[in-house]
């Protein structure tokens, strides 16, 4: 069964600092996509990011860059130079292929509060 | 464009009714998903739509739970009989017909029952 796993319940740093939430999955198939989500305030989920298993490259936009280690089974969200308005709770997402269940399996969510 | 539409964006009922739950998907989106999410469980899958394939109900909780989707494009999720359990934000949401194509989600509808 898939699963994923965000330990970090809640982080909260001062604006400009860097920040990394962590993200582990579980799955027996070799073909997944990985997703983040951001949820502000407001209540509607934003997509950020959608990576397949075959590519492990690191991705960055502009201040968000992940990090994707299948060794380790991670996939985890840095943030450079927080700023107030990145103040959401983040959830990190799985989906199998090989099942053909094409449902999100989401983690319990990273609140991240920034100070300004 | 516009997005994934829900409504109404709160719903505030008494434990035993039944109620309807309306999501318009975005234009040209051949897949709907619907999704439940409270305090307790979490985000948590209930129904997939696709085309004209029969849908996926693998998430739904019980049998109190259903949902159409009408033409290809608007759907409905219902809840009968309500319980205090129920309440929670029910998400929807979309996407093309690509095999994992990116899902797209809606405001979400505030459900409360009393």
């Known amino acids: 069964a898939q699963k994923v796993t965000q330990a970090q319940t809640e982080i909260s740093v001062v604006e400009k600092e860097d920040v990394t939430l962590d993200c582990v999955y579980e799955?027996?198939?070799?073909?997944?996509?990985l997703f983040w989500y951001k949820q502000p305030p407001s209540g509607e989920l934003v997509f950020l990011i959608r990576?397949?298993?075959?590519?492990?490259q690191n991705e960055i936009s502009g201040r968000y860059s992940w990090n994707f280690q299948k060794s380790t089974s991670s996939f985890n969200f840095t943030i450079t130079a927080s700023q107030v308005v990145d103040s959401a709770v983040y959830f990190c997402?799985?989906?199998?292929?090989?099942?053909?269940?094409?449902?999100?399996?989401f983690g319990s969510g990273t609140r991240l509060q920034v100070q300004p | 464009g516009a997005g994934v539409s829900q409504s109404p964006s709160n719903k505030v009922t008494e434990k035993g009714k039944d109620v309807e739950l309306r999501c318009d998907p975005i234009?040209?989106?051949?897949?709907l998903y619907w999704y439940r999410q409270s305090l307790g469980q979490g985000l948590e899958f209930l129904i997939y739509?696709?085309?004209?394939?029969?849908?996926?109900k693998s998430g739904l909780p019980s049998d109190r739970f259903s949902a159409e989707r009408t033409g290809g494009s608007v759907s409905t999720l219902t809840i009968q009989r309500t319980q205090q359990e129920d309440s929670a934000v029910y998400l929807c949401?979309?996407?093309?017909?690509?095999?994992?194509?990116?899902?797209?989600f809606g405001p979400g509808t505030r459900l409360l029952v009393l």
């Open positions: 234009s040209g989106h051949t897949a």
């Open positions: 739509f696709q085309g004209n394939s029969a849908p996926d």
């Open positions: 949401a979309s996407s093309g017909q690509l095999y994992q194509e990116t899902q797209y």
């Open positions: 990576r397949n298993s075959f590519d492990e």
């Open positions: 997402a799985l989906s199998e292929a090989a099942t053909g269940r094409r449902a999100l399996t």
């Open positions: 799955t027996r198939d070799t073909t997944y996509y």
